[in-house]
């Protein structure tokens, strides 16, 4: 999978769900684990893209890793919450 197109699928997912679109930062790194996508949006954004007990960020990760497997690649997801200002 190319770096604009998983980038692509992330933005699109998140920007669906939370309520500040412009404010998401996404980060792709590539080493020899594989793709790591590193997440950031606003503070107020953090529950609804965790969800509850998780479920929404697993299954962004679970989606992540079938489009990884497809193409050979492990993709993983990292969520970073907001620093307390």
Do not use: C, H, Y
């Amino acid at each position: 999978m190319t770096e604009e197109k998983d980038l692509e699928f992330v933005r699109f997912i998140i920007s669906q769900i939370v309520e500040k679109p412009d404010e998401i930062k996404l980060t792709r790194v590539v080493d020899e684990m594989g793709v790591l996508i590193t997440l950031e949006v606003n503070k107020e954004d953090m529950g609804k893209i965790i969800g509850k007990g998780g479920q929404t960020a697993k299954a962004i990760r679970t989606l992540l890793r079938i489009i990884g497997s497809k193409n050979n690649a492990r993709v993983n997801l990292k969520i970073v919450e907001p620093n307390e200002a």
